[in-house]
C-alpha cells in the first residue's frame, strides 16, 4: 500500500508539468500545529533538510506553530537530522507527573518540564537557529487581548468562549480576542526578514526573534491553552499574554505569494543583536510586503488545510483556497494510517489512554515514526521518477 499521498495547487501543477520539481524551486515550508501527529513527518523532515534542500543554496522561509515551530527551529540547527532525531526521542519520552485521582498533570508542571526540554535542546545554540546562512525561521504565536490579556482562572475561559463564538461567525473577527504575532529571525543583512505570506485575512505583528526571546517565543508557541500555561510579556513583544500559534494558525492556511499593500503592527525598531560581535543592525518597518516567489512544499499529517483551532469542527471552513495555489502538500494516505498502532496517527488524546504507562505509549509512537520511513522513501522516489498521475488536486 502506497503511504504518501501527493496534492498541489493549480500553479503548483502547472509548475510540476512544465518543470518538475527541484529544491531551488521551494521557498517556503509551513509545519502546522497538531502535537503528536507531526511526529510521523520526522523522516520526511530529515529527508527534506538533511539530503535534498541541502543541495540548494538560496534563502528559505520555514514557518511554523507548535511542534511545527519546534520542528522547523530544530531544522536550523548545524547538524539538522540529528537534532530532529532528539526531537522525536524529546517528545515520545516526555513524562509529567499526575496528582493523585487526576487524568492530567497540572498546566504549570507541564510548562516547567517542557521549558526544562527546550532549554536542554538549545542551550548554546540559539545562534545557529538566529544566523543560519539560508532558513528564515518564523515562529508563530497567539496573543491575546481584552479578557485573554492576562491568564486568569475565570477571565481565561470565558475569554476563549468569546473567541470560539466569533470565530464562528467570522474568522477575521476573532481578532478583537486573539492577534496572531509572528517572531521572524534575521535575514542575511541581519535586519528583520519579510514574511513570506500575505497578512491581510487576520489581526498581524511581526517581532523580531532574537536571543532574548527565542525560547519565550518557542515555548508560546507550543502552549496549549489549559495544557500549559500562557507565556506573558515576551522580551521585545507587546506586553499580554501568548498561547500556542495553532489557535490562530492550525494548519497554516496563510496567503502565500501575496502581496499586501497594508502596514501590519510590526516593531518599528527591528533590531537584532548578532552572535559574538553584539552589533546591532536596524530595519525600520512602517509598513511590510510578503515575499511572493517560489513554490510552498508542506508536509502535512492530512491533506486538508484547516486555518485556526477553533476551525476544527467548522466544515466549512476546511475548503482550499487561491491562498493555497503555490502549494505542494505531502501527507499519509488515510488507508495506510489505519495500519499504525490504534489504526491513527499518535495524539494528545495518548496521554489519557496510556496514563501513566509512558513504555507503552512510547512503543506506539515509535512503532509509527518508523512506519513513516515510508513516507519519505515514496517522496524521494517521486522525485528521483516524478509521477504526476500520482499528483492530486489540492
Known amino acids: 500500500m502506497k503511504a504518501l499521498h501527493i496534492h498541489a495547487g493549480p500553479r503548483a501543477r502547472q509548475h510540476l508539468e512544465q518543470h518538475g520539481l527541484q529544491s531551488a524551486d521551494v521557498h517556503v515550508i509551513p509545519a502546522a500545529a497538531g502535537g503528536p501527529k507531526g511526529l510521523v513527518l520526522g523522516p520526511l523532515d530529515r529527508f527534506i533538510f538533511g539530503e535534498w534542500l541541502a543541495r540548494s543554496e538560496h534563502p528559505v522561509h520555514l514557518v511554523g506553530a507548535s511542534i511545527g515551530a519546534w520542528r522547523m527551529a530544530a531544522a536550523c ?13 524529546d517528545y515520545v519520552h516526555q513524562s509529567y507527573d499526575l496528582p493523585a485521582g487526576r487524568k492530567r498533570p497540572a498546566a504549570a508542571h507541564v510548562s516547567q518540564r517542557f521549558a526544562q526540554t527546550l532549554a536542554s535542546f538549545y542551550e548554546g545554540r540559539v545562534q545557529e537557529v538566529l544566523l543560519h546562512p539560508r532558513y528564515r525561521l518564523h515562529i508563530v504565536t497567539s496573543r491575546g487581548r481584552r479578557l485573554l490579556g492576562r491568564e486568569h482562572p475565570v477571565a481565561t475561559p470565558v475569554g476563549y468562549l468569546a473567541a470560539f463564538l466569533t470565530n464562528a461567525l467570522h474568522r477575521k473577527a476573532m481578532g478583537a480576542w486573539l492577534e496572531r504575532v509572528v517572531f521572524s ?70 496567503r502565500y ?79 495506510w494510517v489505519k495500519t499504525l498502532p490504534n489504526a491513527k496517527l499518535p495524539d494528545r488524546n495518548d496521554f489519557t ?42
Open 77 to 89: 540547527l548545524d547538524a539538522p537530522v540529528a537534532a530532529l532525531e532528539r526531537l522525536e526521542h
Open 257 to 335: 505569494g501575496v502581496e499586501d499593500n497594508i502596514a501590519i503592527n510590526s516593531i518599528a525598531d527591528c533590531a537584532y543583536l548578532s552572535g559574538a560581535t553584539g552589533q546591532k543592525h536596524h530595519k525600520n518597518l512602517p509598513g511590510h510586503r510578503a515575499t511572493g516567489a517560489g513554490l510552498v512544499l508542506y508536509p502535512h499529517f492530512q491533506h486538508r488545510v484547516v486555518p485556526g483551532w477553533l476551525d476544527k469542527r467548522l466544515p466549512w471552513r476546511h475548503k482550499t483556497t487561491p491562498a493555497l495555489d503555490s502549494m505542494v502538500l505531502l501527507s499519509p494516505n488515510p488507508e
Open 185 to 254: 529571525s534575521p535575514d542575511a543583512d541581519g535586519a528583520c526578514a519579510s514574511l513570506p505570506f500575505g497578512v491581510g485575512d487576520y489581526r498581524t505583528r511581526q517581532v523580531p526573534l532574537n536571543a532574548a526571546n527565542f525560547m519565550s517565543a518557542l515555548q508560546a508557541s507550543c502552549s496549549i491553552p489549559f495544557v500549559l500555561q500562557a507565556v506573558h510579556d515576551i522580551a521585545g513583544a507587546p506586553r499580554g499574554a501568548y498561547w500556542d500559534g495553532g489557535i490562530t494558525d492550525y494548519h497554516m492556511h496563510l
Open 353 to 394: 489512554h496510556y496514563g501513566t504507562d509512558t513504555t507503552a505509549r512510547a512503543r506506539a509512537w515509535l512503532a509509527a515514526t518508523r512506519a513513516s520511513q515510508q513516507l519519505a522513501d515514496e517522496w524521494g522516489e517521486w522525485l528521483h521518477r516524478p509521477d504526476l498521475g500520482a499528483v492530486q488536486p489540492l
